[in-house]
């Protein structure tokens, strides 16, 4: 799944709006409801804090590196994520509400959390 993210991911930051837009919804829609959850959320969530243009520029998101996230009806929470910037990973604590569908984001709100040593990246599943 993590590879799945990554190449959505790829594909949403890295091509013009309109046909990210159109690929990003034609491969979302392939995936069954639970990853496809996930991949909207995750693809929000770091669309994002792009967008804030802050010292964060985001290149990956792990939503369940620490600890799992969890889903309670149209909502996917967690407090064990990360996100990579400037070969960084940093603590990610997040809620994110979808359509029933799974293709939209309805509300988000994250958490941009402390470094995490890179002593503890193999442990979390993280890379460089």
Known sequence: MRRLACALALIFCSAPCS???S???ASLKRLEPQTRFHQVCDIETMKRIQAE???VRPDRMVMDAIRPATEAG???SGDGGAIRSGGKWYRLTF???ASADRMRVLALTYRIGRVIPEKDWE???LWR
């Open 19 to 21: 046909a990210a837009d």
């Open 23 to 25: 690929r990003l919804a």
């Open 53 to 55: 243009r802050g010292s």
């Open 74 to 76: 149209d909502t996917l």
């Open 95 to 97: 809620s994110c509400r």
């Open 123 to 125: 442990r979390y599943g």
